[in-house]
């Protein structure tokens, strides 16, 4: 069993920038892929960004790409999302997850998941 506990969320405005941390009790952290989903009010959880187990590979949301960046410490059982340029429209609840499935841009894939880090961006 993998417990996930994210924090760094909070208020931000527009352009601003904000750094979530996923930390993982598993000693075998540097066995799971790690994904980053979000959830916005009255809509579906939406991929992000995920990291594979050695950093290798890494996957982005188009709606992200270029604004965040995903990377993991493995000495420190920690994933890390860095966000810049925050618009309204990333407002959301923030979660981490770990996965040793291949495929990693697909939620129901994940098996451990983070009870989630409020993010709201005002204009």
């Known amino acids: 069993q993998v417990q996930l506990v994210e924090s760094g969320g909070g208020l931000v405005q527009a352009g601003g920038s904000l750094r979530l941390s996923c930390v993982a009790s598993e000693r075998t952290f540097s066995n799971y892929h790690m994904g980053w989903f979000r959830q916005a009010p009255g809509k579906e959880r939406e991929f992000v960004a995920a990291?594979?187990?050695?950093?290798?590979?890494?996957y982005y949301a188009d709606s992200v790409k270029g604004r965040f960046t995903i990377s993991r410490d493995n000495a420190k059982n920690t994933v890390y999302l860095q966000m810049n340029s925050l618009k309204p429209e990333d407002t959301a609840v923030y979660s981490c997850?770990?996965?040793?499935?291949?495929?990693?841009?697909?939620?129901?894939?994940?098996?451990?998941w983070g009870q989630g880090a409020h993010v709201t961006v005002s204009s």
């Open positions: 997850a770990a996965t040793r499935d291949y495929e990693l841009r697909f939620s129901g894939r994940y098996a451990y």
């Open positions: 990291i594979s187990w050695g950093g290798g590979r890494i």
